[in-house]
Nanobody, 124 residues
């Protein structure tokens, strides 16, 4: 089981930006598919952005054109760049790794290693 730790969350006004980072306790990040998920109060955890090892990327429709997922395999880091944030983006964000995700979807069932989550609040 790979240990994941997120950072970079916080409070921001609508239209603002945040960059979430996730450090993975493995020297072999390159063999894993990566994902970011979020959970709002009273709602199920949902996929935000997922990328397999071949850089096939799936975004939730609500974040397309605003969010970017990336990785630095040498540093064991996963990133989520979030721009033009909206109140609907508020929630706890989780970094996750998968041994093999289905490249056309971004769902929790495909991911086995999870971070503890970090809060993002978008409010005026």
């Amino acid at each position: 089981q790979v240990h994941l730790v997120e950072s970079g969350g916080g409070s921001v006004q609508p239209g603002g930006s945040l960059r979430l980072s996730c450090v993975a306790s493995t020297p072999s990040l390159y063999i894993y598919d990566i994902g970011w998920f979020r959970q709002a109060p009273g709602k199920e955890r949902e996929g935000v952005a997922c990328s397999d090892i071949h850089r096939n990327i799936v975004f939730a429709d609500s974040v397309k054109g605003r969010f970017t997922i990336s990785r630095d395999n040498n540093r064991g880091m996963v990133y989520l760049e979030m721009t033009d944030l909206e109140p609907g983006d508020t929630g706890t964000y989780y970094c996750a790794l998968a041994g093999r995700m289905i490249p056309t979807r971004c769902v929790t069932a495909d991911f086995g290693s999870w971070g503890q989550g970090i809060q993002v609040t978008v409010s005026s």
